[in-house]
């Protein structure tokens, strides 16, 4: 959550597409690290419990693959299909941006409460 929250935070303060995207070629790699983690920790906790398939396990390895797919749009998006010469192309990334990041941190919240439960 920590870092969808701090992608969402540094999409809402960017204004310039370039400075942006420059930060972007950083911080991609370690989003895509921790999220790596995420399905390593899942790979640990099955093997914990003696390599069972349960649906918590399932759930984390297929929301895992999600966000990994979901990052990947992301960055495609601002590296193919957003023109930076152009300023309002910027705005129209936004949007993309903030609904692949809305999805990210919806299935985490939705995951984080199913397992508390």
């Known amino acids: 959550?920590?870092?969808?929250?701090?992608n969402i935070l540094m999409l809402a303060l960017s204004t310039q597409v370039i400075r942006y995207a420059k930060r972007m070629r950083i911080v991609?790699?370690?989003?895509?690290t921790l999220i790596?983690?995420?399905?390593?920790?899942?790979?640990i906790m099955m093997a914990g419990k003696h390599l069972e398939f349960s649906v918590a396990n399932s759930a984390m390895i297929i929301a895992?693959?999600?966000?990994?797919?979901?990052?990947?749009?992301?960055?495609?998006?601002?590296?193919?299909?957003?023109?930076?010469?152009?300023?309002?192309?910027?705005?129209?990334?936004k949007i993309k941006a903030?609904?692949?990041?809305?999805?990210?941190?919806?299935?985490?919240?939705?995951?984080s409460v199913w397992m508390m439960v």
């Open 1 to 6: 959550m920590g870092v969808v929250g701090f």
């Open 28 to 32: 991609m790699p370690i989003s895509a």
């Open 36 to 43: 790596a983690v995420t399905l390593l920790t899942g790979a």
């Open 64 to 93: 895992g693959i999600v966000m990994i797919v979901l990052e990947a749009k992301r960055y495609k998006t601002l590296k193919r299909k957003t023109d930076i010469s152009k300023e309002t192309s910027f705005d129209a990334y």
């Open 98 to 111: 903030y609904r692949y990041l809305g999805i990210e941190m919806a299935i985490l919240m939705i995951l």
